[in-house]
């Protein structure tokens, strides 16, 4: 058991699958669309391209915002509702509490370059990195789907031990783009 209390865990994993959905839409719209090649026409590249970057800064922001440290500010500061606060303010028994620090640790391996990103460009717009045209906030092929199969997992074990139930999550993303594109693709008439 938890002494986070139901409401906080709700909106935690309200957070988590938030992110998911965001995730998924960009995903399933832009990198697993078989017909993203129909988006990408003259006629709607620029439409198109602002929204694959708008989902990509947003899912990349959510997940820093994830990872930020409990509390900030010093001593009076604020909390911040992320995994490390789910963690250090758990009250957790210690099997919970190591199940929990090993997915944080899992998803540590995309959230630090993220966290980089975000610090430098998605929250501020860094001088440095922006003249010199750095690329931050890259990981290496396959870590998003650690990531979120671990944040899954870790947004399970919060709402299973809180709440007393899965954790559910809209995985309605990838029927809404197949719906979209088929229309999208019925206009055209393709």
């Known amino acids: 058991m938890s002494s986070h209390s139901p409401a906080v865990a709700k909106k935690f ?3 988590c699958d938030w992110l998911m959905q965001v995730y998924e839409m960009r995903k399933h719209l832009f990198d697993q669309n078989p017909n993203v090649a129909e988006l990408r026409t003259p006629r709607h590249a620029h439409f ?4 694959q970057e708008v ?3 947003s899912w990349l922001h959510q997940l820093a915002k994830l990872h930020d440290p409990s509390v900030q ?3 009076n500061g604020h909390i911040n509702l992320s995994i490390p606060y789910i963690i250090e303010y758990g009250q957790w028994d210690s099997g919970t509490r190591d199940a929990l620090v090993a997915l944080q640790v899992q998803m540590n391996s995309l959230a630090k370059p993220v966290k980089d990103a975000r ?12 003249l010199a045209g750095t690329e931050l906030g890259g990981f290496d092929p396959g870590a998003d789907e650690v990531y979120f199969s671990a944040l899954s997992a ?3 074990v919060v709402s299973e031990s809180i709440l007393g139930e899965p954790f559910m999550r809209d995985d309605l993303v990838a029927n809404d783009v197949e719906i979209f594109m088929h ?3 019925r206009s055209k008439g393709v």
Do not use: W
Request: charged content about 20%; proline content about 3%.
């Open 13 to 15: 994993c309200d957070l």
């Open 119 to 130: 610090n430098k460009i998605l929250s501020h717009n860094d001088l440095g990195v922006l």
């Open 48 to 51: 198109f391209y602002r929204l």
């Open 73 to 75: 500010g010093g001593p």
């Open 55 to 57: 989902l990509q800064e």
């Open 154 to 156: 870790f947004a399970t």
């Open 183 to 185: 229309d999208f693709l």
